[in-house]
């Protein structure tokens, strides 16, 4: 079992930044961040796989970077220019097995693609 714990979310205005963080208790092989914003679905905002291969939501793309320290076992999201629209509980996800290529472009944002699952961080962007 892996334990993901979040943080680094917050209240900001629109064009600000936030960095979240997710401590996994041991390594795993691919994680995202996902986000869930009130009464809409969950949906995946960016992934990195087993080769360290980066994937991101059209929405978010050139203003959020995802990034892991593999050594550490953390997980990070860098989300800058952020917009109202990105309000949402943001939470982090892990596999515990190794994906990469084509299949892992065509599931990284579906959640039965991951096995381990935080307990999420808020972030809320006011105009």
């Known amino acids: 079992q892996v334990e993901l714990v979040e943080s680094g979310g917050g209240s900001v205005q629109a064009g600000g930044s936030l960095r979240l963080s997710c401590a996994a208790s041991?390594?795993?092989?691919?994680m995202g961040w996902f986000r869930q914003a009130p009464g809409k679905e969950r949906e995946g905002v960016a992934a990195?796989?087993?080769?360290?291969?980066?994937e991101y939501v059209d929405s978010v793309k050139g203003r959020f970077t995802i990034s892991r320290d593999n050594a550490k076992s953390i997980l990070y999201l860098q989300m800058n220019s952020l917009e109202p629209g990105d309000t949402a509980m943001y939470y982090c996800?892990?596999?515990?097995?190794?994906?990469?290529?084509?299949?892992?472009?065509?599931?990284?944002?579906?959640?039965?693609?991951?096995?381990?699952w935080g307990q999420g961080t808020q972030v809320t962007v006011s105009s």
């Open positions: 996800a892990a596999t515990n097995v190794g994906y990469s290529g084509s299949w892992w472009y065509i599931r990284w944002r579906e959640i039965s693609t991951y096995n381990y």
């Open positions: 041991r390594y795993t092989y691919c």
């Open positions: 990195i796989d087993s080769d360290g291969t980066k």
